[in-house]
């Protein structure tokens, strides 16, 4: 388990402007012009962020002001871009039948999330779809860090689980000492991410076992990651 927490530890962290935007938006009182300020410190960045405001999807006109865009964005879908912008190079450089299902199932997760967060009866958990859609796209970083950073682990769990026709994290703990959700959690802890992102990276296979804070809002992230198994499944009959 050291072993592999201190190869963990060796895995550049995020550009610095990315975990100061999520540093503030995990914030009880996230600080919209600071927030802004941030981003402007970065071109390639900001030019996405207004990009993104000014698409149909938002206003249907052009935005040049950062902190008139960071309004209109709100501080879910930031929060979801910089993560989605600390996790560019792994899924860029992961390759591979298995990276191209870990993609795939990530991207089906987060979009499931993001919908059935409009179809449930509370109106907190209705506005969190964002929220949601991040979870989806992390949940299974974990993997990813074995398959990009640990190939030969990777390879000794998938025999493993061929040999005992046992679950993932069965094979996991049993190869490595700990399961694919712990080593997402400590990538989460040592890339600064917020707790409401690092909590449910590592309880996403027990959920049970999730603090109580985190469990409703989560609920529905679960309820995706079953929806998104059974369409990889059905895709493979």
């Given at each position: 388990?050291?072993?592999?927490?201190?190869?963990?530890?060796?895995?550049?962290?995020?550009?610095?402007?990315?975990?100061?935007?999520?540093?503030?938006?995990?914030?009880?009182?996230?600080?919209?012009?600071?927030?802004?300020?941030?981003?402007?410190?970065?071109?390639?960045?900001?030019?996405?962020?207004?990009?993104?405001?000014?698409?149909?999807?938002?206003?249907?006109?052009?935005?040049?002001?950062?902190?008139?865009?960071?309004?209109?964005?709100?501080?879910?879908?930031?929060?979801?871009?910089?993560?989605?912008?600390?996790?560019?190079?792994?899924?860029?450089?992961?390759?591979?039948?298995?990276?191209?299902?870990?993609?795939?199932?990530?991207?089906?997760?987060?979009?499931?999330?993001?919908?059935?967060?409009?179809?449930?009866?509370?109106?907190?958990?209705?506005?969190r779809g964002e929220y949601l859609f991040t979870l989806?796209?992390?949940?299974?970083?974990?993997?990813?860090?074995?398959?990009?950073?640990?190939?030969?682990?990777?390879?000794?769990?998938?025999?493993?689980?061929?040999?005992?026709?046992?679950?993932?994290?069965?094979?996991?703990?049993?190869?490595?000492?700990?399961?694919?959700?712990?080593?997402?959690?400590?990538?989460?802890?040592?890339?600064?991410?917020?707790?409401?992102?690092?909590?449910?990276?590592?309880?996403?296979?027990?959920?049970?076992?999730?603090?109580?804070?985190?469990?409703?809002?989560?609920?529905?992230?679960?309820?995706?990651?079953?929806?998104?198994?059974?369409?990889?499944?059905?895709?493979?009959?």
């Amino acid at each position: 388990v050291e072993k592999i927490i201190s190869r963990i530890a060796k895995i550049p962290p995020p550009p610095s402007v990315m975990q100061a935007v999520l540093a503030e938006c995990s914030r009880e009182e996230p600080d919209l012009d600071r927030i802004a300020a941030i981003i402007s410190s970065d071109g390639a960045m900001l030019s996405n962020f207004l990009k993104l405001a000014s698409s149909s999807v938002y206003t249907g006109r052009p935005q040049e002001d950062p902190v008139a865009a960071v309004k209109v964005l709100g501080i879910d879908k930031i929060q979801s871009m910089a993560v989605g912008f600390s996790l560019e190079p792994y899924l860029r450089s992961a390759r591979g039948e298995d990276a191209e299902y870990l993609h795939e199932h990530s991207v089906r997760t987060a979009a499931i999330g993001r919908l059935v967060s409009r179809f449930t009866g509370e109106s907190q958990l209705r506005r969190r779809g964002e929220y949601l859609f991040t979870l989806g796209i992390v949940h299974e970083v974990g993997r990813l860090v074995i398959l990009h950073d640990m190939p030969e682990e990777y390879r000794a769990v998938h025999d493993y689980r061929r040999t005992h026709q046992c679950t993932v994290s069965e094979a996991e703990e049993a190869v490595l000492g700990m399961s694919h959700g712990q080593i997402g959690r400590q990538l989460a802890d040592h890339w600064d991410f917020p707790e409401s992102i690092a909590v449910p990276i590592q309880y996403h296979l027990n959920f049970e076992d999730m603090p109580g804070a985190y469990r409703e809002q989560y609920g529905l992230a679960v309820t995706a990651r079953s929806f998104a198994n059974f369409a990889s499944v059905a895709d493979r009959l």
